[in-house]
């Protein structure tokens, strides 16, 4: 981050210095020189460098006033705190006093990035935030000086975070805005400010906190409140109730989907299950243009080695926003030939033989497990998308499809009934054995076994008691996905194939 001096660093998050560590005495001391410089920040005592502004963030299980000591230790050139500390034990040391140590953080990484030269992309919706960040960054990354966050940092804190650790030749930094209650994305398009700012797709996801579709799609939208006046707003162009709530606020936007009327639009979708091959328009080419060109109405083919539907909309809204920084349809096809899968997001597993398909899409003989690894989160639009992987997999590979399933949390008074259509969609498909685990996910069992007389399923109330029966449920040669909400910790599971087949 840009180097500031500790006098200005209080200016910018409106701290005073805290009155028990800056006696006469501790302002005289050589250890507190308002001339030092910040030259990074810290929430974690075990990261900090020498140099680094440490803020104090109060937690559910730590609470940061209780590591001063070691930040100083390892080098804090200054602290941000919200309680009082003690005068003797902090003497001496640069403390700034704020009301709320989380607003700080945000306060400081809004100065930062309006002071910095890098253009910010934004990136919201219900599904898909991440794989499309990360298929944003590979294409981009290849041209530009492109930051990401390290992790999915995408709330009051992480985000501040990202913006505050971008380089100083940076040149785009791509952010996540995530949300589970309404004027939470507002407060963080504020800070980032985006030159670019997408929504994926809105739908049923933390109903637990905004009651219904449209107060999710309302704060879904509220990502253009921070965008800059030239910004490019881009939304998918599927999701009705979005379109239709953006020409209200009679503000420019551009789409993407597979209607007609999408400015980036996706044809042609084909997918062997391990991988993917679409074409996307050219929005550029007038239309009369495109009809003398003959071939290129098609547009661009794209191979895309990522599984189903869902990753081709990821990669779609990504070329939406990679067009903005001029990247030709040709050295966007380039870069996603590269593109690997995120960790427990539709990640393919194969446990115990060789890989099941190669680049071309060729597939090998049975023998083995393979595992769809996407326990990191679910909602019903998710599951949807994991659901129809599996059933194109093993069909294609003729080998019997399993369902390890979660609850889907914080989905509130629809919990119940988007658990019963999960059943019915369930049966529907081409699983034969549901294992589930909770007791919301029990109600998408009981469902699904009333619909279908051929499903087999087992359910157990936590995943200790799944691994325990997985021995005699899971045969070699089974393809698996899991699937289910953080609180399910499904990735118990996974290492448990894995110890089993390996």
């Known amino acids: 981050m840009k180097r500031l001096s500790i006098t200005e660093l209080a200016k910018i998050i409106k701290a005073s210095h805290g009155s028990r560590a800056t006696s006469h005495e501790a302002e005289r001391s050589p250890d507190f020189r308002d001339e030092s410089r910040v030259t990074g920040v810290?929430?974690?005592?075990?990261?900090?460098?020498?140099?680094?502004?440490?803020?104090?963030?109060?937690?559910?299980?730590?609470?940061?006033?209780?590591?001063?000591?070691?930040?100083?230790?390892?080098?804090?050139?200054?602290?941000v705190v919200s309680k009082d500390v003690?005068?003797?034990?902090?003497?001496?040391?640069?403390?700034?006093?704020?009301?709320?140590?989380?607003?700080?953080?945000?306060?400081?990484?809004?100065?930062?990035?309006?002071?910095?030269?890098?253009?910010?992309?934004?990136i919201t919706g219900s599904v898909g935030k991440t794989t499309t960040r990360q298929i944003l960054y590979h294409v981009l990354s290849r041209r530009f000086k492109t930051h990401q966050p390290v992790k999915n940092f995408n709330n009051h804190i992480g985000l501040p975070l990202t913006l505050l650790a971008a380089p100083a030749d940076c040149?785009?930094?791509?952010?996540?805005?995530?949300?589970?209650?309404?004027?939470?994305?507002?407060?963080?398009?504020?800070?980032?400010?985006?030159?670019?700012?997408?929504?994926?797709?809105?739908?049923?996801a933390h109903l637990e906190g905004f009651g219904d579709l449209e107060t999710l799609t309302s704060e879904k939208l509220s990502i253009s409140k921070g965008l800059d006046s030239k910004g490019a707003l881009i939304l998918n162009g599927d999701c009705p109730g979005l379109i239709a709530l953006a020409k209200t606020q009679h503000r420019k936007f551009l789409t993407f989907g597979s209607s007609p009327d999408c400015d980036y639009r996706l044809e042609?979708?084909?997918?062997?299950?391990?991988?993917?091959?679409f074409e996307i328009s050219n929005p550029a080419l007038p239309a009369l243009e495109c009809r003398c060109r003959g071939s290129e109405v098609e547009g661009t083919e794209i191979y895309l080695p990522l599984l189903g539907l869902g990753n081709a909309y990821n990669a779609l809204a990504a070329w939406a926003v990679a067009d903005q920084f001029q990247i030709t349809p040709a050295d966007f096809a380039d870069a996603l030939k590269t593109?690997?899968?995120?960790?427990?997001?539709?990640?393919?597993?194969?446990?115990?033989?060789?890989?099941?398909?190669?680049?071309?899409?060729?597939?090998?003989?049975?023998?083995?497990?393979?595992?769809?690894?996407?326990c990191y989160n679910a909602n019903p639009a998710s599951m949807k998308n994991a659901l129809d992987i599996l059933n194109t997999l093993s069909k294609k590979q003729n080998r019997r499809a399993v369902f390890i399933c979660g609850d889907m949390a914080e989905l509130g008074a629809q919990t119940e009934k988007l658990h019963i259509e999960l059943g019915k969609q369930i049966a529907e498909s081409n699983v034969s054995l549901l294992l589930t685990v909770g007791h919301l996910a029990?109600?998408?069992?009981?469902?699904?076994?009333?619909?279908?007389?051929?499903?087999?399923?087992?359910?157990?109330?936590?995943?200790?008691?799944?691994?325990?029966?997985?021995?005699?449920?899971?045969?070699?040669?089974?393809?698996?996905?899991?699937k289910g909400s953080r609180v399910n910790k499904l990735e118990l599971a996974v290492e448990k194939l894995k110890t089993l087949f390996s």
């Open 171 to 204: 040149q785009i930094v791509i952010t996540e805005l995530g949300s589970n209650h309404p004027g939470e994305i507002e407060n963080l398009t504020k800070i980032a400010s985006p030159d670019i700012a997408l929504v994926t797709t809105v739908a049923p």
């Open 442 to 482: 029990l109600l998408a069992a009981d469902t699904a076994k009333n619909e279908s007389s051929t499903l087999k399923t087992h359910s157990f109330l936590c995943v200790e008691q799944l691994c325990d029966n997985l021995p005699k449920l899971i045969c070699d040669s089974d393809i698996i996905l899991v």
């Open 268 to 277: 042609n979708f084909r997918s062997d299950g391990l991988s993917s091959r």
């Open 42 to 79: 810290s929430i974690d005592s075990r990261t900090v460098r020498p140099g680094d502004c440490f803020f104090a963030i109060p937690g559910d299980n730590h609470d940061g006033h209780n590591f001063l000591v070691d930040a100083f230790a390892k080098g804090a050139s200054c602290a």
């Open 86 to 122: 003690s005068p003797n034990q902090f003497s001496g040391k640069a403390i700034l006093k704020v009301s709320d140590t989380i607003k700080a953080l945000g306060d400081l990484a809004r100065w930062f990035r309006k002071n910095c030269n890098f253009k910010v992309v934004a």
């Open 339 to 374: 593109i690997t899968p995120v960790s427990m997001r539709t990640e393919i597993l194969q446990i115990g033989s060789s890989a099941i398909g190669s680049a071309a899409g060729e597939t090998s003989p049975k023998g083995g497990l393979t595992i769809i690894n996407d």
